[in-house]
């Protein structure tokens, strides 16, 4: 069965580092989404993904986040200068058709320190 | 309370007894969703059910959905100790770009032998 893969799967960076996190969706999907979840706290939506544009974003999403789809199979998150509050699992999904659900990723764990 | 709210938020039970769990929600939806997710992994969508629908089986999983009462309900039958997780419902709404989802808080389940 297809899945979505991110990497890594823990990043530890310091603070005020720039990180980039990757994943890669499901092939025939259209749709594009990151998400967090701080420890113990409930996932949030950070953005969304269609047609090579965003289509929605959160108000977490500021303008230290960006995401880009490099090469029509990637996904990825960018984080320019990370602040301790950043430390969280981020995970990527893609849907193929608003009538169906979200495929997750497994997250990367990202640790600022 | 916020979109998605779980309850209760913890639920402790004996292998082979049932666990229901239930969600409110505020706005109109699309789709409600529920995610499994084991201690610091990844989500594993467990079953979709749309909002013109009102229950819905998978294995050994009912969902109901009232959208009258804005509340949806995962019944696990036949516990597991293996079900032992936290699990959360999701709700979408139709948007231009593809749709958000937007998770509530979560039921811890133990699943004791």
């Known amino acids: 069965e297809p899945e979505v893969t991110q990497t890594p799967s823990h990043q530890v960076t310091q603070m005020g580092q720039e990180v980039i996190l990757r994943c890669v969706p499901i092939?025939?999907?259209?749709?594009f989404y990151w998400y967090r979840q701080i420890l113990g706290q409930k996932v949030e939506f950070l953005v969304s993904f269609y047609n090579n544009e965003i289509s929605e974003k959160s108000e977490i999403f500021d303008d230290q986040f960006s995401v880009e789809r490099p090469d029509g199979s990637n996904f990825t998150l960018k984080i320019r200068s990370t602040k301790l509050e950043d430390s969280a699992m981020y995970f990527c999904?893609?849907?193929?058709?608003?009538?169906?659900?979200?495929?997750f990723g497994p997250g990367t764990r990202l640790t600022v320190t | 309370s916020q979109q998605g709210e779980e309850d209760p938020q913890a639920l402790s039970i004996q292998e082979g007894e049932n666990a229901t769990m239930n969600c409110s929600y505020k706005t109109s939806i699309n789709n409600l969703q529920w995610y499994r997710q084991n201690s610091g992994r990844g989500l594993v969508h467990l079953i979709l059910i749309r909002s013109n629908e009102r229950e819905k089986h998978s294995g050994r999983l009912r969902v109901t959905l009232d959208t009258s009462k804005k509340s949806s309900s995962l019944l696990i039958t036949a516990s597991r100790a293996a079900d032992t997780a936290s699990y959360f419902c999701a709700t979408d709404r139709l948007t231009g770009g593809g749709n958000k989802l937007t998770f509530g808080t979560g039921t811890q389940l133990k699943v004791e032998l």
């Open positions: 999904a893609s849907l193929r058709d608003i009538t169906y659900e979200q495929y």
């Open positions: 092939s025939n999907h259209l749709y």
